[in-house]
């Protein structure tokens, strides 16, 4: 019985651990702009604005001048969203797998004290 307490303080701390780093990655995610870039030729300059979705409807923001600083820092930061949701879906679904192993084992235990 010693070890199935091992075992389940052990999935019960990596649940944690992993739970804390979704939570993270979310709030990681809502501090980045949403949406992608969008370049437009307007005359003989292109111009980069930010394309989104706001309660359903399409909204687009201006940026600024292809090339400008704060063109490349709202790509840099467009970026590091998507990196981070790539990261979130992967811990994400570490953490189903956790919530399912800690199910099974309950389950599993369940059984033993059955007999």
Known sequence: MAMNSAIDTMLNSEHQQVLRRVLMLKQECQQRPKG????????????????KRV?????????GKQGSWKVKGVEAKI?????????????????????????????????????
Request: charged share 30%; proline share 2%.
């Open 55 to 63: 309660e359903g409807r399409v909204v687009t923001e201006y940026v």
């Open 36 to 51: 992608s870039l969008s370049l437009k030729p307007r005359g003989n300059a292109n111009y980069v604005y930010l394309v």
């Open 79 to 115: 970026k590091e969203r998507l990196r981070y949701e790539s990261e979130l879906k992967d811990a994400e679904s570490q953490l189903l797998r956790l919530e399912k192993m800690i199910r099974a084992g309950n389950v599993f235990l369940l059984n033993q004290n059955k007999k």
